[in-house]
């Protein structure tokens, strides 16, 4: 019996392309030989109801049709409830939206080489992040921020969406701007507590971040750990000067760098702060990240 996935598309994802594209993709992806069953979202927050919805009658076969904010929308309607099941989710991507971050792990990020994935892939184990704060749990496959990221991702969210890509460049260089370390203190598998100000911190599943920044080159999707990426506090120019090396990973050399690996990482923040969960803007009072092994399958 062939599987069925159901598609959960995001018109709105990538400025409106998916909406444009999604359709004829599909398509494509039908004549191969793939049988889908196609759901639209109208808004945010549509995807992780279709998905528990779905989840709950029976399927286990997904299809994330956007970008990254609409896979982040999915997962978080799979879980927590295949945690408890017999049968883990399959997610696969049809990347349609701005950013692809999570698909470059395995691909080049380009919708057709995605559509030989259901055709001709396989499945294999990833891990998944589990964001404990005061509200109800959050899950993510690719990252989670709070420093300089975060404030230039909530930033654009915020203020300069509207510009589209400008809008990035807009938030980097008004937050560089005001740029002032602080402290989050935080420590991972029960170490000490680390206190002293840093530019950000980011705590990695996967490799790519923003696109094709390479938070945490060294990082594996199924490998149980999170890649630790703490950046010390860096002057205005030498940050400027250090972004560029995000792009190629080579960012993790700066004497500012430092990098390791953890399983559980606390919080000890007394207010709600901005950070970056999945490329999405949230404000919340973080309390402890840790992570899933092999919490769901990803089509490859």
Known sequence: ?????????????????????????????????????????????????????????????????????????????????????????VLGFLPLGTGNSFLRD?????????????????????????????????????????????DVNGLRARRFRSLGPAGYAASVVTCVAGLRPRSFPVRWDDGPWDRDPVTFFAFCN???????????????TADGVLDVVRVGPMKRFGLLRAF??????????????????ARVVEFDLAQPIDVMVDGEALVITPRRLEVLPAAIEVRV
């Open 244 to 261: 560029p090396k995000i792009y190629a990973g080579t960012h993790v050399s700066l004497p500012e760098v430092r990098t390791s690996r």
């Open 106 to 150: 395995f691909r080049d990020g380009e919708a057709e080489t995605a559509s030989m994935d259901l055709t001709t892939g396989i499945d294999r184990s990833c891990d998944v992040i589990r964001l404990v704060h005061d509200g109800p749990d959050l899950y993510c496959l690719n990252l989670f921020s709070l420093g300089f990221a975060a």
């Open 1 to 89: 019996m062939r599987l069925t996935f159901l598609a959960l598309v995001n018109p709105a994802a990538g400025g409106g392309r998916c909406g444009r594209l999604a359709s004829r993709a599909l398509d494509r992806l039908a004549s191969k030989g793939v049988e889908i069953e196609v759901r639209t979202t109208a808004g945010p927050g549509d995807a992780t109801g279709l998905a528990r919805e779905a989840f709950a009658e029976g399927r286990r076969h997904f299809l994330s049709v956007g970008g990254d904010g609409t896979a982040y929308e999915v997962l978080n309607g799979l879980l927590p409830e295949a945690l408890s099941s017999d049968r883990r989710p």
């Open 206 to 220: 996967s490799r790519y971040t923003g696109g094709t920044m390479r938070m945490a080159p060294e990082a594996d």
